[in-house]
C-alpha cells in the first residue's frame, strides 16, 4: 500500500467513525431506520488486502463505534462478519471477472450497478447480522428484518452519494 493509500484509509477511518457516532447514531427514524454509514471503510478496502488485515481493520473499525456508543461488541462482531463474507461477495457479484491490480472498489472505478450490488450484498448481511445480535431474540424476527431492510436502503443511498462526492476520477 503507498504512503497516499495509508494517509487516505485513515483519514476514511476516522471520518467514518466521527461521522457515524456523531451524525448517524442520532438518526432513528420511525424506531426503524438507523443508517449506518462506517461500513464503507470495509467497504471501500482494495482487493488485494490480506483477509488477515481486513479483518483486523473491521474489529478496529467496529471497536471505535462500540466504545463511542458504548455497545459492548455489537458493531465490533457485525463489522468482522463483515469483512469475513467480503471474499463470498467478490465471488457472487463478480462471478468470473478478475481485477487488475491497483483497481479498488468504487463507483468510478467498476460502474454504479456493480458497487450498488456489491454494497448491497455486505450491508444487507451486515445489517441483518447486527440486528439479529441486538435483538439477541427470533421471537419477533418479521419486525428485525424489517428493520434490516429499512436500514440497508437508507445505508446504500447514503453510501452510494458518498462515494459519488469524494471519491476521485479513475485513472
Given at each position: 500500500m503507498r504512503n497516499n493509500d495509508?494517509?487516505?484509509?485513515?483519514?476514511r477511518f476516522i471520518?467514518?467513525?466521527?461521522?457515524?457516532?456523531f451524525i448517524f447514531n442520532k438518526v432513528n427514524l420511525g424506531g426503524v431506520v438507523n443508517p449506518m454509514i462506517y461500513p464503507l471503510f470495509i467497504i471501500l478496502l482494495p482487493f488485494e488486502t490480506n483477509k488477515n488485515?481486513?479483518?483486523?481493520?473491521?474489529?478496529?473499525?467496529?471497536?471505535?463505534?462500540?466504545?463511542?456508543t458504548g455497545s459492548i461488541g455489537l458493531h465490533t462482531s457485525a463489522a468482522v462478519?463483515?469483512?469475513?463474507?467480503?471474499?463470498?461477495?467478490?465471488s457472487v457479484i463478480s462471478s468470473n471477472k478478475v481485477f487488475e491490480s491497483g483497481i479498488k472498489p468504487g463507483i468510478?472505478?467498476?460502474?454504479?450497478?456493480?458497487?450498488?450490488s456489491y454494497t448491497a450484498f455486505l450491508i444487507f448481511a451486515h445489517h441483518i447480522f447486527f440486528f439479529i445480535v441486538e435483538s439477541f431474540s427470533f421471537?419477533?424476527?418479521?419486525?428485525?428484518i424489517f428493520k434490516a431492510l429499512l436500514s440497508t436502503v437508507a445505508s446504500i443511498v447514503l453510501i452510494v452519494v458518498v462515494d459519488?462526492?469524494?471519491k476521485p476520477q479513475a485513472k
Open positions: 495509508l494517509f487516505i484509509n485513515i483519514l471520518t467514518l467513525v466521527l461521522a457515524q457516532v488485515l481486513s479483518l483486523f481493520l473491521a474489529f478496529m473499525l467496529g471497536l471505535s463505534v462500540d466504545l463511542f462478519f463483515m469483512a469475513f463474507i467480503r471474499p463470498l461477495a467478490f468510478n472505478y467498476l460502474g454504479i450497478s456493480w458497487f450498488i421471537d419477533n424476527i418479521g419486525h428485525t459519488v462526492l469524494f
